[in-house]
């Protein structure tokens, strides 16, 4: 599986998680969009020290190609999938008393 197939996959399934299986919806919310900029300021940020450095690399052969502050635009997606499953769990159990 490709780079690029695994982020579009894992952006698929947080949403799918986020909308239907937990149903915390944070998508339909005006402040997870509103704070996302900020999320991926940093994300930028540290994936153009990590790969403008070369601290890591990818195949070229496993990613689009495409790149935003010298990361794969996967990355992106990536990141998305990352933190939009973070915080529905994070929602989900904190509704259930999970401490």
Known sequence: MTYTAAAVLGVLV?????????????LGRVVFWATYPLILFFQLLSNGILTGRAIVRYDPGAILGWRIAYAPVEDLLFGFAMVLLTLDLWVWWGRRGVN
């Open 14 to 26: 947080a949403v799918a998680l986020d909308l239907f299986v937990l149903r915390v919806r944070l």
